[in-house]
């Protein structure tokens, strides 16, 4: 068995790169692998200079769902046991739905169950041509249930209540319809297109891209008056800052912005 489930690197740039590393078992979680993942999550969020977080798997699948075996483990235990598993995954996807740093997930292969609420948290989705999709646990005995409000928000109920409910899969194309993945690229081409992302993200003020994710999750956890009240302070906010000055300036002399984040 691999003897570190979570790797993770961070770049001159400020771009990270966390990598599911169980691939013997098509990297299917446990209990180190969510730990793995929170423990990255908390490093990284020490590190001034993070820009974007790619999150990948290694081996020929990106994430298989629950490793079974595990749950089978953690069934007979004590309700408290199986409510601390149950809410170290919730923690998890909800880690990388909240961080204020763009994400961008690189899917290849299988992304079952718990994969699919991992990537629906992230910002940029890009899935290789031969990926394949489901929303598994109804086929296991199990309820989607703390992954189902993350996929609702980014393919919607009526997505959810046919795929939840079938544990049916579906292949890339199908995944970029109903809006689970944003980009399908040839399998030779998954990790190159990660760096014309990341550069998109790159080029833009760091504040404003987190101001502007920030904003974008307002606008479903608030009323539209309270939303719009909320993100009216904050623009006032943003127009304080350095990058705010800088960006027009950039323009009117003709070159890139020299951004300071402050």
């Known amino acids: ?53 790619v999150l990948k798997g290694n081996g020929k699948h990106f994430q298989a769902g629950a490793d079974l075996k595990w749950i089978n483990g953690v069934r007979p235990k004590s309700a408290e046991d199986n409510e601390a598993v149950s809410r170290a995954t919730f923690e998890a996807v909800q880690r990388l739905n909240t961080l204020p740093i763009p994400t961008v997930a690189l899917v290849q292969g299988g992304c079952f169950g718990g994969g699919t609420g991992v990537i629906s948290a992230c910002d940029v989705v890009i899935a290789a041509d031969n990926a394949l999709f489901s929303i598994t646990e109804v086929r296991w005995g199990l309820t989607a249930a703390i992954i189902i409000p993350q996929l609702c928000d980014a393919i919607g109920v009526r997505q959810v209540r046919r795929y939840a409910l079938t544990g049916e899969r579906f292949g890339a194309e199908e995944a970029r319809r109903i809006g689970l993945v944003h980009e399908v690229v040839p399998l030779a081409e998954l990790r190159p297109t990660v760096f014309t992302w990341a550069n998109e993200i790159l080029a833009c003020a760091p504040l404003s891209v987190r101001a502007s994710k920030q904003a974008a999750r307002m606008g479903l956890g608030y009323p539209l008056d309270v939303a719009l009240n909320i993100n009216y302070t904050e623009s006032l906010h943003m127009q304080r800052s350095e990058d705010t000055v800088e960006g027009p300036r950039a323009f009117a002399e003709k070159r890139k912005p020299n951004w300071q984040a402050r």
């Open 1 to 53: 068995m691999t003897a570190n489930p979570v790797l993770w690197d961070l770049d001159t740039r400020g771009v990270a790169t966390v990598t599911l590393n169980r691939p013997e078992v098509n990297n299917a979680y446990d209990a180190g692998l969510i730990n793995g993942v929170l423990s990255a999550m908390d490093e990284l969020g020490n590190k001034p200079n993070l820009r974007v977080v």
